[in-house]
């Protein structure tokens, strides 16, 4: 229970203080300049979401000597995220166009920058750790928003739209790895052998993972991205600031009740009557907060919206209130 606390302590003030700062963004861009900000974010963090998954799982389930397959883990996904990322980098400069260049490279780097936080992160989850998890989010997310605001403050809100999520997850890396014992065999470890065999097997064993990501992050991403293609950044803009307020419930309950979950789950992964009653349990408890969540979010979502953003935003209600119902069914 103390571990659930501390990440219900993360998320809870990491996602007030996120749709605080988005709230603000998007009433000084309006639906158009939010939209293009959040398109290109969401390519990356929607490729960098189905890589994480596919990596990090089956660093919770591998058994056997761990710094061997975290090192493999860091070694080979950095490589393949760099190289995404730099054909990503490319075809985003050839449909935005060189003046967008800084906000684009900013957000590809966010694809090997997650690639390798997720080792430091898989490691602290199956340790239970989720103290040193809160505060490492808990800090990136601090200084990320606040970088965030002073950018738009002084004028520039697309680029503080992307900042504040590179300076989070900057942040975040640079705290675990200056606290993790695994930084040191890490370090060491990245001059020796590569052993592709082992990351090809732990790539085919997280595939599901990163499939069952995917139908989330087209859902959260994919579909800003969609949206900005085929009808223009003003729907993105809508669509990504329905999401931002679904996020209210779904990052700081549903993912908090999860991240406490997996821990959980890999401490009796070998017990399958324990893990049942452990699975049991979170699926109610989850379920009796979240439900409720949704449709309060339901009601209020017109009153909020009339308050505080504006005629222009007005389509967001109605599109968040079919979201709500898919999550809470989800």
């Known amino acids: 229970m103390k571990g659930l606390l501390w990440v219900f302590f993360e998320k809870f003030g990491l996602t007030l203080l996120s749709v605080i700062a988005t709230f603000w963004y998007a009433a000084i861009l309006g639906p158009e300049g939010f939209g293009i900000a959040t398109i290109l974010l969401s390519v990356s963090l929607l490729i960098s979401g189905i890589q994480d998954n596919i990596q990090q799982f089956p660093l919770l389930a591998s058994r056997g000597n761990k710094t061997h397959v975290y090192l493999t883990s860091v070694k080979g996904w950095l490589l393949i995220s760099v190289f995404v990322s730099v054909l990503l980098f490319f075809a985003l400069i050839n449909i935005f166009g060189f003046s967008f260049w800084f906000l684009i490279l900013l957000s590809v780097l966010h694809i ?23 505060m490492r989010a808990f800090w990136g997310k601090i200084i990320g928003v606040f970088s965030g605001l002073f ?93 931002k307020f679904i996020d209210i419930p779904r990052k700081l309950i549903g993912y908090g009740f999860s991240s406490w979950a997996m821990g959980k789950f890999h401490a009796v992964k070998d017990d399958y009557t324990v893990l049942l009653g452990v699975y049991k349990t979170a699926y109610l408890w989850s379920s009796m907060v979240l439900v409720p969540c949704y449709f309060g979010l339901i009601a209020v979502s017109d009153s909020l919206v009339s308050t505080f953003m504006g005629e222009e935003w007005k389509d967001v209600p109605s599109i968040l209130s079919w979201l709500a119902l898919f999550n809470c069914i989800m």
């Open 151 to 243: 950018l738009a403050y002084i004028g520039y809100v697309q680029l503080a739209i992307i900042f504040q999520s590179f300076v989070a997850l900057l942040v975040a890396l640079f705290i675990m790895s200056r606290s993790s014992e695994l930084f040191s065999e890490v370090k060491l470890g990245l001059y020796e052998g590569f052993d592709w065999r082992l990351l090809i097997s732990l790539i085919k064993e997280g595939i599901p993972s990163g499939v069952s990501m995917l139908e989330s992050g087209a859902k959260s991403h994919g579909l800003i991205v969609l949206l900005g293609i085929f009808i223009g950044p003003n729907a993105s803009g809508i669509y990504a600031l329905a999401i």
């Open 112 to 134: 090997p920058i997650s690639s390798v936080s997720k080792v430091f992160v898989a490691d602290l989850i199956a340790k239970q750790a989720y103290k040193q998890l809160a």
